[in-house]
């Protein structure tokens, strides 16, 4: 069988309730909050923490390839496929690559790893979804956009959720848009969109599918889609002709909001998160067109429970005191001049130290078993030379051994937390913390490592002096 082996969420543990949005702009009352990533967060670092949710207690070496798809990529000129591939520890000579310019693009990256699978040229190929778009302040997008990726595993065998079929509809039709010098997405008449995009667009590809595979919207248990806002979302579902009640998985625009790419495969793992062996659940990505899919849950959908998936993420958050912790952390003002030189990279250090900085890499030595990092020649226990195997640090826990507050340091979100960490199989990481309640800050508070931006070029921003993003293991409490 070919289809869905294993499946990863992730959701930003920040909140901004829509009430603070619309008290800000004096508008009415918007219903629920949106998720939004801290400071130090891109789609590359969101998109790591789907991957390792998905790889959760599997073999990282059997994964073929990798293909992320987003409309909000860090480089316009860059791969960012490459950047999750080395911090996830996958091997090197797998084929990685982007797929952008349209929110569709995550439907468009399934179909080539299923594809590639069943064509023999790959075991099992990694498909991640993350979007982080910054929308207008005062604009409808600010109400409705959130942040938050997905990733799949596609294989053949052993499969949580076997694939049934796929129909694919290509149009022209423009609704929202970017040019590269814009800054914000532009768009038009709301109706207009809806009735001749949404509305015709993703039930002509759910048509195509159904009309395929001799089925009904009867057939279909739960159906997971792309939809704008809520009301557009149920409409879309009626069109289709399924009831909205039983059959029609919540969007999770009111807890998360409008994750654009990434939207419609979190919605599939929340349906995946819920499903019973037997289950047929739809699938379908809209943007430029439609690519819809039907999937058929069986028995080993049991072995894939312990991921974190939707619910748990959603379980773990914290609410952003007011819009203005919401603009800092977006960027959205011109703030004062930095105080302090900019600070620059050396691509040759980077390059030189890349399992270290990206794989996070440690040493364990071979004399006395002790864990050290960073790597070195001499062994800071028993004094060995060169005697060491290297070992990944980057999927261990630990417990806060000491830790500092900085309120004057050049970071977004104040304080800055210093911590030494004591990992729990051994060894020792010294480490800013992020997504931290610093009232429960506490020696031998447990700790995880999470993928982030290094704040630059005076510790505030995320480029550096070099002109680029630096990315680096942080620690952060573990999430539930």
Known sequence: MLGIVSYGAYIPIYRLNREAIAAMWSKAVAKGEKAVANADEDTVTMGVEAVLDCLRDMDRRTVDGLYFATDSPPYVEKQSASIIRAAADLRPDILTFDVAHSLRGAGSALKVALDSVKAGSARRVMVV?????VPAPNSDFELQFGDGS???LIGEGDVAASLEGSHHVSSEFVDVWRKPHDTYMQTWEDRFIRDEGYMKIVPEAVKGLLSKLHLTPKDITKAAFYGPDARTHASIGAAMGLDPKTQIQASLLDSVGNTGTALAPMILVSALEEAKPGDRILFAT?????????FKVTDHIEKVRDR???KRHLASKM???NYGKYVEIRELMEWESARRGARRSSLPVIWRERQMIFGLYGQKCR?????QYPRQRICIYCQAKDNFDPIRLSDKTGKVFTFSMDQRAQEIVLPKVFTVVNLDEGGRFYSVMTDRDTTK???GMSVEMTFRIQMGPSEALPLEGSGLYNYFWRVRPIRC
Do not use: K, Q, T, W
Request: charged fraction near 20%.
């Open 129 to 133: 979804a993350s979007e982080r778009r």
């Open 150 to 152: 997905a990733a799949f």
């Open 286 to 294: 809209y943007g430029d067109g439609a690519d819809a899919f039907l």
């Open 308 to 310: 974190r998936g939707i």
């Open 319 to 321: 609410m952003l005191p």
């Open 367 to 371: 004399s006395c078993g002790n864990i």
């Open 441 to 443: 800050v506490a020696v």
